[in-house]
Every structure is written in structure tokens, then in C-alpha cells.
């Protein structure tokens, strides 16, 4: 194995979190090393649709929005946590427009959607590729930085030494001063393990979660595994595929078999995934052409301009397929998609062992049990930037 020089800050991991955690630290004068189990551009987050959320709205606020976060966990998220992400949205995404994402605007402000559990419009897109174009702009920054950077180089081994830790990833010995683990969860080997669909990346196998538990980290709600409502059923190209949940935000509603609609396409997710299971179980599903379960998702009802301006990823990759989902209703049903509990954290996102922080899907306790969509960007945009900042001062 070659070894590295010590680092003040390593991060494992490059979906958003991590990023935005090495670019925090890099920015706070630390010395930043960035560990990706296997391409820098490997990750959930940029595979992310929807949006991110924050109260700009004349008629909301980050009490607001922490109100419907709470809800939607049925009060079993950190309230700490809960009002930290959503007092910090606004600032969140005037610092990723400085990186250079584009949100998109309409009447002189933020194109705003309402989403599920959502009381208040306050999704922001880009497009359909939000994950996309937040991503890119934080790994352009990454590259133009100081920053060093290991791809394909997952940890395997995390240990304490005198003044920091000993990470082993891939051929790389790395010391650092201090860890920030963004390292995602793990649906992916949950749904191969249960002969599921998943949106996930081939990388979300949750190891990392591991290695901080057995170095003592205390975790929470492990068990709360989510489902997307939305999970492409056909054709089978788009098995696995995540329907964008603004489908619904600008109209698309949830039918069964009957063509009835048979819940609030607008409530929170764990709601819509179980009234669709339901409602399949009580035999007034649909089957696709290869036999699985599905209903229908009514995307005639959406608009053109709405879907040609905030859909059109998805709309090509459908009209690819030979299905054009504004003259016919898609099939759908819900996919594995997200690890709600994780490492707990504290307000600062370090975990329970000293020097070892968390943020991203790898952490849990800001969403609860269930989690809104549009605030998994956000998370990882402020509890990165706090992770990566505390790191870097605690190494100093």
C-alpha cells in the first residue's frame, strides 16, 4: 500500500455531501483529502431528479418548512437538525449559485413546485437533472482546488492513531487529522439481497456504516429503509428508473386498475408508496407486459409547457421507449430508494466518536423515519458544508 501525507480533512466519498464537506474544509484552510470508491462521478446524488427544497416562497419559512420535515418523520426527527437544514436552505443555495448552478426561474424569481408532504411550494429545480447539474458544479470546484483527490479507492479500514486516524482505502494508506464519512447508505445491496428494484448505485452498499459502528459510533433507525413511490415498472428500460415526484407536483395523479384515483398524490412519500402497495394487494392493480405489479400514473394531466420546461429528461428517456407520457398514462410502482436512519450526529454533524463526523445518507436523524423529497440535496449541502467547516477546525 502507498502512503499518503497527512491530511488535516479526509473525506470518503463524492456524491454531494462529501463534496460540499471537501470544499468546506479546503475553503476553512484545511489540508483535504478526498477518498471515492470508485469514480469521482460515481454517486447517488447526481442520479437525483426532483429538486431541492427551501422556504423562499412570500408565503413560507424555514419554520414552515420545519413543521412539514417534522410531520412528515411522524415526529421522530432531531428537531436540532430539522431547524439547522431548514434555517440554513435559503443561504445553502445561494452558496451552490455561487458554484455555478443555475436554478430554474420564472417571473423574476425561483420556478417554486409543491411537493410531497410539502404544506408550501418550495421545491427548486434545475430541470429534471437538479443532482446533475448540484454535482457537477461541486466536483468542478473540488478540481480547481487545492484538494487531493483518490478515486477508486474505497475504505476498507479506519483506526485510531496519535492526533487523528488511519484510513485504508483501496492501495492508499491516509492519515488525517480528522474524517468526514459521506459515504451514502445502502439499498443497493438491500434490493439485491431482497430481489427488488432500486434507483440506487451500484456503490450503495452501507460497509462504511459499518466501520464507523464498530469504532463505536451510535446509528439510528436503521431499519427505516425508503421506498420512491414512483419507481419505473415499464417498459423495461425504465424498471428501476425514478419517476421525478414533480410529475405529480404539476398535476399527474395515482389510478388504479378502475382508473380511480385512490390516494393524495401529494402526500408524503412512506403514504403514497403504502396506499399504492395497498391498493395492488387488494387486487385493483395492474400487471405489465413481464407480469409485475404496478398502477397507473395519469401524466396526461401535466401540462406541456410545465412538462417541457421541469420533465424533459424524463420525457425523452419515456419517448425513447416508445411511450410518450403526456398522450398516455406510465406504469409505476414503488422502488427502493433511500436509507432514512443512519450515524447519529450532533449539530455540527460529528458523530458519537470524537473526530469522525457524518453527513449525507450515511447520517441520520434529520429526516426521521421518512423523508421528504427535495431535502436528501439539501442535507447534503448543509450538513456537508458544517461537517467539512468543523473538521477543518477541530485538525487546526
Known amino acids: 500500500m502507498a502512503a499518503a501525507a497527512p491530511f488535516d480533512v479526509l473525506v470518503v466519498g463524492s456524491g454531494a455531501s462529501g463534496l460540499a464537506a471537501a470544499v468546506s474544509a479546503e475553503r476553512s484552510g484545511a489540508r483535504v483529502g478526498l477518498a471515492a470508491k470508485d469514480s469521482l462521478q460515481s454517486c447517488n446524488s447526481a442520479k437525483a431528479q426532483g429538486g431541492i427544497q427551501a422556504a423562499f416562497g412570500a408565503d413560507d419559512s424555514p419554520e414552515q418548512h420545519a413543521e412539514d420535515v417534522w410531520q412528515s418523520s411522524h415526529e421522530t426527527a432531531d428537531r436540532r437538525l430539522v431547524e439547522i437544514l431548514t ?37 427548486l429545480q434545475v430541470g429534471d437533472r437538479t443532482g446533475h447539474a448540484i454535482t457537477k458544479a461541486l466536483r468542478d470546484a473540488v478540481e480547481a482546488s487545492s484538494i487531493e483527490t483518490f478515486p477508486k479507492s474505497p475504505l476498507s479500514g479506519l483506526e485510531p492513531i496519535e492526533n487523528g486516524w488511519r484510513a485504508r482505502c483501496g492501495e492508499h494508506v491516509i492519515d488525517a487529522a480528522t474524517v468526514v464519512l459521506a459515504a451514502g447508505g445502502r ?33 439510528r433507525d436503521l431499519d427505516a429503509l425508503q421506498y420512491h413511490p414512483n419507481g419505473g415498472a415499464w417498459p423495461s428500460a425504465m424498471q428501476g428508473y425514478s ?27 412512506d403514504a403514497v408508496s403504502r396506499a399504492i402497495f395497498d391498493e395492488v394487494e387488494a387486487g385493483r392493480g395492474v400487471e405489465t407486459e413481464d407480469g409485475r405489479p404496478a398502477v397507473y400514473l395519469d401524466t396526461t394531466r401535466i401540462p406541456e409547457s410545465d412538462a417541457n ?16 407520457p403526456l398522450a398516455a398514462p406510465i406504469l409505476t410502482y414503488p422502488v427502493l430508494h433511500y436509507q432514512n436512519g443512519g450515524l447519529v450526529i450532533d449539530e455540527h454533524a460529528e458523530t458519537t466518536v470524537d473526530g469522525i463526523y457524518a453527513c449525507g445518507e450515511i447520517a441520520g436523524g434529520t429526516h426521521g ?8 440535496l439539501l442535507e447534503c449541502t448543509v450538513f456537508g458544508r458544517r461537517a467539512g467547516k468543523a473538521a477543518a477546525e477541530k485538525a487546526a
Not at 420546461?309 to 410518450?324: N, T
Open 309 to 324: 420546461v421541469s420533465l424533459p429528461y424524463m420525457l425523452r428517456r419515456y419517448r425513447a421507449g416508445g411511450i410518450d
Open 369 to 376: 423515519r421518512n423523508r421528504m423529497m427535495g431535502n436528501s
Open 87 to 123: 434555517g440554513e436552505a435559503p443561504r445553502a443555495i445561494h452558496w451552490l449559485e455561487e458554484l455555478g448552478v443555475e436554478f430554474t426561474r420564472e417571473n423574476g424569481g425561483y420556478r417554486l413546485a409543491r411537493c410531497g408532504g410539502a404544506s408550501r411550494k418550495r421545491l
Open 187 to 219: 439499498c443497493y445491496r438491500e434490493a439485491q439481497e431482497r430481489g427488488e428494484l432500486t434507483t440506487n448505485h451500484p456503490g450503495a452498499t452501507g460497509e462504511v456504516t459499518q466501520i464507523a459502528i464498530d469504532l463505536g459510533a451510535d446509528s
Open 243 to 269: 419517476i421525478p415526484e414533480t410529475t405529480r407536483s404539476y398535476g399527474a395523479v395515482l389510478l388504479n386498475a378502475d382508473r380511480e384515483e385512490f390516494t393524495d398524490s401529494l402526500g408524503p412519500r
